[in-house]
């Protein structure tokens, strides 16, 4: 039997979730560099509650699978996000 992967679930769901005292809104002199927008993880937020897979998120948002991925970690690495 194939195991589950782990879902992905807002820490906070009830909360605003702060992406400005995080570092993650990009500075105008950063938007260059940053590979992702903020409202594409405002939108993974909203999706990661913790009946979608990963492969789920992307299909709903459109965007490549390995993306999501990334931007999961990012949003892990910041609390924004855990794993059930």
């Known amino acids: 039997m194939a195991s589950v992967p782990p879902l992905p679930v807002q820490e906070r769901p009830q909360r605003e979730p ?3 005292r995080r570092g993650l809104y990009p500075t105008l002199s ?7 927008s903020s409202q594409q993880l405002l939108d993974i ?3 990661a509650d913790g009946t979608r897979l990963p492969a789920d998120i ?4 459109g965007l490549p699978e390995n993306y999501i991925e990334t931007l999961l970690k ?3 690495s910041h609390d ?5």
């Open 30 to 36: 950063q938007k260059a560099s940053v590979t992702y």
């Open 74 to 76: 990012l949003l892990k």
């Open 58 to 61: 992307a299909e709903v948002l």
């Open 45 to 47: 937020l909203a999706y």
């Open 18 to 20: 702060q992406l400005g």
């Open 80 to 84: 924004l996000l855990i794993e059930e």
